[in-house]
């Protein structure tokens, strides 16, 4: 909650009234911040320094964390942090102390966990750190519990544990976020829910509030006594209940702290009113009737009009405290239609303008939202000019931002000046501070001559009866009758609040410096009865008086030699009341205390004489070092508050002595690669007090791609004949280029040193070759064909030249074949090559292949030679024949065409433009078939693409088959066929063993044996043989078949017999 909303409560608390009321209007049109599933927790504030509030989000179901980000102009950016978690409370707070606002949140899955705000330093969020384990984390609220902090960031975190039925305080024991103590403050509650901490007895300490969310839950307060040696902790139960929420405000104004509560039993939203002290202790009253319970709960005064308003509702509405005194309440919704389940709530300026605006989790729409409070913005005017806006002033026509006691109440509205303004314990509507008699202090300048008034208010606070007071004056530093006339007298009260009388003392004006002088006026009951709270005035006389101690400045020759002085003269220059003491202290400014002067501290007295003069003398040391003028101070103060000094007395030590500095101009060869040092050799003609040579590169006509630039400063001690090298680092090259320069300039932090600036060489050795390359194309049948020649450089030249260009004929001559060219190109200065293009004219004819050649020549920069001076052009004919032969009876035909050969037509060969793509069609005679086409590698599936001269063949066959017959084995027999054609005798002669036949025939072939002793076993040979029916499927197809006969073997013993196991020899 920002200072703005702090103002605005206390303001409410005490009573104040706004500037202009506003109704149920105040709110705009609801503003998405993000979209993102089943968000239930938000808290607002600034993250990142920039103007308007950010949003921290925590979703439970996915278990998600979101921050986002206002932008200009109103707009939103988001991001996830990892890793998520499962939050049921988000919430912000300076945790560690450093001026940003933390990152807090409870993972119900037993953690409570921050993240330390870095977006300062490193753009981020830094990793999470565990404050410590809890079960089922729930509600979190941050506080400075144990009051280490005093009120400047030292905050602990309460947590409230569901599952371990607990309320706990995390104890931030250094106050940086670095280590952390987990206490218990009560245990065995049914499901604790929700946790908030305040002052709830008055007595100082932060007490803590719990609600757990059962249906045997109950609303608690848990009393602070940890100061006590007894129990740190003292629980008062205050009703039954299933609390979502709980929150503290005073919403009554009657000075305490009451609670609001969330009720998910009852659908309430209530508050409890805080009457410690009495019977009963608390009062229930009903704020509204909601559908569900919410998480967010927050007294906020919206509508400016004095008095704590409440928003928390999960329906879309806040509620108008609509008297001011808590008792009556009147529901609006956020903006006109808005309703759905707002399940977490915060109360916040967004948008900067000073009114408070609402932020919410929509878990009916998965997005978080903000609705402008329109009480305010920054097109208001701003009378009393005090950077608040008139629709959102506290106090009206006064500054809002003073408050010098400190209470909350700015000073233009605090009742009491000089005390708290909140505290009424008596309840008369009259600060505590202020309740009684008292008078106010009086201080005014005494001026230089005459009587200056100092007029005391004596002001009652609160109603009393009639009384009397008297009043006398008292002496203190001031005296009477020197510095005032002593004043005496009684008073006479009605007892009336706010009752003020008046009386003057009269100072007297002087023109004597001297300190501020006070006494005090003293206040005694005379008759009657009312409380003095503060019968003692002070009166001060303010000196306004002013002595000035003048110091004149000294310059002088320091000399070779010897020590010189150098005198100071400080002169008062009026009367002063008192003798005073003058300090004085030399110090060392441009000059060195020991070696320039000897240093001098001391103190002279004045006794107050107007043009009193007083000497201070330091001793100057003479050399013969060359150097600059060199420079101390004598630095002199006044014990006296009413007497000033001049400014310092300025000591100038003359230097009269000279020096050079003498620099060489170096040079190097740069190389192709790499880098090489340029060094210059710096060095001391004389000796001098130690300096510094600042020094740098200057750019000639080398530049920061040739060498390093640098500005750098090398140290001399001051030693005639000193060296000191300076190392420039050069880069090498294949630029062909000049030798270059660039210059090194030299800044002798002693302006009496002498130096000039030097000049470094780099010398170029790099080379260039200018060529030309050649091309070869085709020149197509018809139109043009672009030759595109290119002139390039082998290396970079830096500067720029131009190379001609012209066609020379050759066996291509200008004008059939191209179009003659010429010109010229540039190169170097960054153009490492260009291209010359020669237009090439296309014919259908056949021809030889062609060239020209394109010649450059140039006049060549230094380094610069030609590598090729001629650039032929290949001009490649595209004409390509095509030639067919045709064997056998039928006709071939082409696509494109060109080609008809056989059958008496004899265009059987074509000339076609290179790569050209010949299809081939062949249409056989009647009784013929083609057989395909063959020759050159291309021909074979009749489709042609002509990369060169091209030799098919297509063959045509007749319409018929063979079949060939054969025997296997010893035995005899006569093959005959039907049809005829085949009679094919093994011993016969002659025999026809082959046969012609038209395709589709079946011939069907047997086999008769001619010898008794033969046997006919079976057909083999092609498949189609093997059961004597041929059939005759392909033209040109030749089928062999072969008869297998076998011959029975006749024995010795002249019978047939297959036993061969045993033989019988015989003689003839």
């Known amino acids: ?118 977006l300062d330093v490193s753009g981020t969020f830094l990793p999470r750190q565990e404050l410590g384990m809890v079960g089922g984390a729930q509600g979190v609220f941050i506080v400075d519990l144990d009051g280490d902090g005093n009120g400047e960031g030292d905050l602990d975190v309460l947590l409230a544990g569901r599952i371990d039925d607990a309320y706990y305080w995390f104890e931030n024991v ?37 609600g757990s969310a059962s249906g045997s839950g109950k609303l608690a307060w848990y009393e602070n006594r940890m100061d006590d040696a007894g129990p740190a902790w003292i629980e008062h139960d205050i009703a039954l209940g299933s609390l979502n929420a709980v929150s503290g405000a005073d919403l009554d104004k009657d000075g305490d702290l009451d609670i609001l509560v969330q009720d998910s039993g009852l659908t309430e939203i209530r508050w409890w009113e805080n009457r410690l002290g009495d019977d009963p202790a608390w009062v229930v009253h009903t704020i509204a009737m909601v559908s569900s319970a919410g998480r967010g709960l927050d007294a906020v005064d919206l509508d400016f009009d004095g008095d704590l308003d409440v928003v928390g509702s999960r329906d879309g509405e806040w509620y108008e405290n609509v008297d001011g005194d808590a008792l009556s309440w009147t529901a609006w919704p956020l903006s006109p239609g808005t309703a759905g389940d707002l399940a977490d709530t915060d109360a916040e300026d967004v948008d900067g303008d000073g009114d408070v605006d609402i932020v919410a989790a929509r878990v009916d729409l998965d997005k978080v939202s903000w609705w402008p409070n329109l009480s305010c913005s920054p097109g208001d005017p701003d009378d009393d000019d005090d950077g608040v806006f008139d629709g959102c002033d506290i106090c009206e026509g006064f500054d809002d931002n003073e408050d010098e006691d400190g209470d909350g109440v700015p000073d233009g509205c605090d009742s009491c000046p000089i005390g708290d303004n909140n505290i009424d314990t008596d309840g008369d509507g009259v600060p505590d501070a202020c309740d009684g008699l008292r008078v106010v202090n009086v201080a005014m300048d005494e001026g230089d001559t005459g009587t200056t008034p100092l007029t005391f208010r004596i002001i009652l606070g609160g109603d009393t009866g009639p009384f009397t007071v008297g009043y006398t004056v008292t002496e203190g530093t001031a005296t009477t009758p020197e510095d005032y006339h002593d004043t005496s007298g009684t008073i006479a009260f009605a007892g009336d609040d706010g009752e003020e009388h008046v009386f003057t003392v009269l100072g007297f004006g002087d023109t004597m410096v001297e300190d501020d002088e006070t006494f005090t006026v003293d206040l005694t009951l005379e008759s009657g009865s009312v409380d003095l709270v503060d019968p003692v005035g002070v009166g001060t006389l303010g000196n306004d008086d002013v002595a000035t101690l003048g110091l004149d400045d000294v310059s002088h020759a320091e000399g070779d030699s010897g020590t010189h002085r150098f005198t100071f003269t400080l002169t008062l220059d009026k009367d002063v009341d008192d ?29 107050g004489d107007a043009f009193e003069r007083h000497a201070v003398t330091v001793l100057v040391k003479g050399d013969t070092v060359a150097e600059d003028d060199e420079v101390f101070h004598l630095e002199v103060s006044s014990d006296h508050p009413g007497v000033v000094s001049d400014e310092n007395g300025v000591g100038t030590i003359l230097d009269d002595d000279t020096v050079y500095l003498l620099v060489d101009s170096p040079s190097v060869v740069e190389g192709n690669a790499g880098t090489v040092d340029l060094v210059f050799t710096l060095e001391l003609t004389h000796d001098t007090e130690p300096f510094d040579v600042d020094y740098e590169t200057i750019a000639n006509s080398a530049d920061g791609e040739d060498y390093e630039e640098i500005i750098d400063t090398v140290s001399f001690a001051g030693t005639a004949g000193e060296t000191h090298t300076v190392a420039i680092s050069v880069t090498g090259d294949l630029v062909v280029e000049g030798d270059e320069t660039f210059s090194l300039h030299l800044s002798p932090t002693d302006p009496e ?14 080379s260039a070759a200018v060529g030309i390359d050649d091309v070869t194309m085709v020149e197509g049948d018809t139109g043009t064909t672009d030759f595109v020649f290119t002139i390039s450089l082998t290396a970079p030249v830096e500067d720029a030249f131009d190379v001609g260009f012209q066609t020379i004929d050759q066996s291509a001559t200008a004008g059939s074949d191209y179009t003659a060219t010429s010109g010229s190109v540039s190169l170097g200065g960054g153009s490492s090559s260009q291209t010359v293009t020669v237009v090439v004219h296309g014919d259908g004819f056949g021809e030889s292949d062609e060239h020209f050649v394109v010649e450059v020549f140039a006049t060549l920069p230094q380094g610069v030679t030609f590598t090729d001076e001629l650039g032929y052009g290949h001009v490649l004919d595209d004409d390509v024949v095509l030639d067919l032969t045709v ?13 008809d050969c056989g059958n008496g037509a004899l265009d059987c060969d074509q000339l076609y433009p290179i790569d050209t793509v010949v299809g081939l069609t062949a249409t056989p005679e009647p009784d013929w078939t083609f057989a395909g086409f063959r020759g050159d590698t291309d021909c074979d599936d009749g489709s042609v693409t002509m990369t060169g001269a091209t030799a098919c063949i297509a063959t045509f066959v007749l319409d018929q088959g063979v079949i060939d017959v054969g025997f296997e084995g010893y035995g005899l027999g006569l093959v005959m066929s039907e049809p005829s054609g085949i ?18 025939t079946e011939v069907s072939l047997s086999v008769t044996v001619t010898d008794p002793e033969s046997t006919f076993v079976a057909w083999t040979g092609d498949a189609d043989c093997l059961d004597g029916l041929v059939v005759l499927g392909t033209s040109g197809e030749t089928v062999h078949c072969v008869a297998i006969i076998n011959a029975t073997p006749l024995f010795a013993d002249g019978f047939e017999s297959g036993d061969v196991t045993s033989w019988t020899s015989a003689v003839p």
């Not at 202290?585 to 000059?591: H, K, L, P, S, V």
């Not at 040193?753 to 790099?766: N, P, R, Y």
């Not at 009679?983 to 589709?1000: E, I, L, N, Q």
């Open 753 to 766: 040193i002498v130096a000039s600036d030097a000049t470094g060489t780099i010398l170029d050795d790099d």
């Open 887 to 899: 064997e056998g009876l039928g006709h071939v035909g082409s696509s494109p065409p060109g080609i």
């Open 579 to 607: 003798g005073f003491e003058v300090d004085y202290a030399t110090q060392a400014i441009t000059a060195t205390q020991g070696s320039d002067y000897v240093g001098h501290a001391g103190s002279v007295f004045f006794a």
């Open 174 to 210: 250094g106050g940086d976020g670095s280590s952390w103590t987990q206490h218990l403050i009560q245990n065995g509650i049914n499901a604790a829910q929700a946790i908030w901490g305040g002052d709830i007895d008055g007595d100082g300490l932060v007490d803590v509030v719990g």
């Open 983 to 1000: 009679a094919c005798d093994r011993d016969g002669d002659p025999s026809d063993c082959t046969a012609v036949y038209d395709t589709g």
């Open 1 to 118: 909650m920002t200072s703005r909303i702090l103002v605005a409560l206390l303001a409410s608390t005490i009573g104040l009234c706004a500037s202009r009321v506003v109704g149920q209007t105040d709110f705009g049109p609801e503003i998405e911040i993000l979209s993102q599933g089943s968000v239930n927790g938000v808290s607002a504030g600034d993250l990142d320094g920039a103007p308007g509030a950010d949003v921290f989000a925590g979703a439970e179901s996915p278990s998600t964390l979101y921050v986002a980000f206002q932008g200009a102009g109103g707009t939103w950016s988001d991001t996830e942090l990892t890793p998520g978690s499962r939050s049921r409370a988000v919430e912000l707070g300076d945790l560690d102390g450093d001026g940003d606002l933390d990152l807090v949140y409870s993972d119900f899955g037993g953690s409570l966990f921050w993240r330390s705000n870095d």
